[in-house]
């Protein structure tokens, strides 16, 4: 019994840390996307406006 309570508390443990981790890994791919997509606005607003200049 002893073993059992070991178990499930190592396992909960375990899965609380985990659960964190792969929130800060989704919190971290969406700030990367969000900053892709104004970097891509970026360049394609400069191309616009170089052939506007001619």
Do not use: D, E, T, Y
Not at 9 to 36: D, E, N, T
């Amino acid at each position: 019994m002893k073993n059992l309570l070991i178990s499930g508390l190592l396992l909960l443990v375990l899965s609380i840390s985990s659960c964190q981790i792969v929130g800060g890994i989704f919190k971290a791919g969406a700030f990367v996307g969000i900053l892709a997509v104004v970097i891509v606005i970026v360049v394609l607003l400069g191309i616009i406006s170089m052939f506007r200049k001619k």
